[in-house]
């Protein structure tokens, strides 16, 4: 091999060998401080569990190996929260689609004219500030205690999000492309299919995110209250709380929030999957 051929692979080697040494570098700088952050919390929980609560009262904050081993590592109690965590999964995710036909379909047709946003608007305020602890028995007397019941409470708390979010993008478009599509006498029907609806799109998906968790905490509140049918994570912590068990009231707790995590992670990569490739957030 000649001197020029060398010289010509030495720089991809070097290079090769430059990422190679930045790999380990990077998973430290990514994964280090989360990994860091997690020993304060284990180790703060320790602290609480056998530092500052008596043997008594340790039910309140069990030691996170205790959480493990009879919460998770337990096979009774794990096929429990597995059970548990389908239902409330089914649930939330019901709850969530519908929440989204119901948002988005208000959401269009608050976009088409002033007057019917500052109709209905005041009414989608209403439902948000509404105290849903305070309805759960008009709810319980509408649509009984079981699966529709918790339905609904999962559409009231997760709606606003959507129909907010939906019509911020749906009214921001710029309105030099308004004037593209007067220029080319474009109806009401195609400005709002090929102008609004596309340019909304990334204002949904941030919308779907936020109201993904808070149809989680939905589907937990309604199965907290509505005791009756299949017992969700929700039923779950009515009844460990009532028995003092603690080591399984936390890992249902843990549960809950790892069902959380996983929607609003899947709703995030599902953004960037549909409009990635062609939104750029700062080109608004």
């Known amino acids: 091999m000649t001197s020029q051929a060398m010289n010509t692979l030495d720089p991809a080697l070097e290079l090769r060998g430059r990422r190679g040494q930045g790999l380990p570098r990077r998973l430290a700088l990514n994964l280090g401080p989360p990994l860091a952050l997690f020993g304060v919390f284990v180790g703060l929980a320790y602290s609480i569990s056998y530092l500052i609560l008596s043997p008594g009262r340790r039910w309140l904050f069990p030691p996170p190996h205790e959480i493990v081993r ?30 989204f036909a119901i948002g988005a ?77 007067t220029l080319h006498h474009a109806g009401r029907i195609e400005r709002l299919v090929k102008l609004q609806i596309p340019h909304a799109v990334p204002d ?25 049918g299949q017992p969700g994570l929700g039923t779950n912590l009515s009844v460990y709380m009532s028995l003092t068990e603690g080591e399984q009231l936390w890992a249902n707790v843990l549960t809950a929030s790892l069902l959380g995590i996983v929607v609003f992670v899947f709703f995030g990569w599902l953004s960037r999957r549909v409009v990635g490739k062609w939104y750029l957030p700062g080109s608004r």
């Open 70 to 99: 009879n919460g998770f590592l337990n096979g009774r109690n794990l096929h429990e929260q597995l059970t548990a965590l389908w239902d409330t999964a089914q649930v939330s995710i019901v709850g969530l689609l519908i929440a």
């Open 105 to 181: 379909t208000v959401a269009l047709v608050m976009s088409q004219a002033k007057w019917i946003e500052r109709s209905l608007y005041p009414y989608a305020v209403l439902v948000q500030v509404t105290p849903i602890l305070a309805i759960v028995p008009l709810i319980a007397t509408w649509f009984g205690y079981d699966f529709t019941a918790r339905v609904v409470v999962c559409i009231l708390i997760a709606v606003f999000p959507i129909i907010t979010n939906t019509l911020h993008g749906l009214l921001t478009v710029d309105s030099e492309l308004h004037d593209v599509f």
């Open 204 to 228: 949904v998906f941030v919308g779907l995110r936020v109201s993904a968790g808070l149809s989680v905490i939905g589907a937990i509140v309604g199965e907290f209250f509505f005791k009756q």
